[in-house]
Nanobody, 117 residues
Framework: QVQLVESGGGLVQPGGSLRLSCAPS????????MGWYRQAPGKERELVAA???????SYKDSVKGRFTISRDNTKNTVYLQMNSLKPEDTAVYYC???????????WGQGTQVTVSS
């Protein structure tokens, strides 16, 4: 069973920055895709940023130029640097991974990001 551990969420003022991290708690088979979703209260979960199977990067339009996804392959860790945060970025952020050769998707436990003055 793959377990992902997230960290880095919190409360920040508008215009501030946060960096989220997501790493597996133990050994993990080869990763195919990894990225971040978020879910705000009363809304559906939406894709924020991801490394695709072709190693390209995709971003939700509203975060382009503000958020940056990165990864450390030696640690199987994915990061989300969030700058110029806005109140509408407030949500629970979830990381996920898809493993090579598997149809299963594994999720982190979620970390709360609140942007408020």
């Amino acid at each position: 069973q793959v377990q992902l551990v997230e960290s880095g969420g919190g409360l920040v003022q508008p215009g501030g920055s946060l960096r989220l991290s997501c790493a597996p708690s133990g050994s993990i088979p080869r990763i195919s895709v990894m990225g971040w979703y978020r879910q705000a209260p009363g809304k559906e979960r939406e894709l924020v940023a991801a490394f695709t199977s072709g190693f390209t990067i995709s971003y939700k339009d509203s975060v382009k130029g503000r958020f940056t996804i990165s990864r450390d392959n030696t640690k199987n860790t994915v990061y989300l640097q969030m700058n110029s945060l806005k109140p509408e970025d407030t949500a629970v952020y979830y990381c996920y991974v898809d493993l090579a050769g598997s149809v299963n998707r594994y999720w982190g436990q979620g970390t709360q990001v609140t942007v408020s003055s």
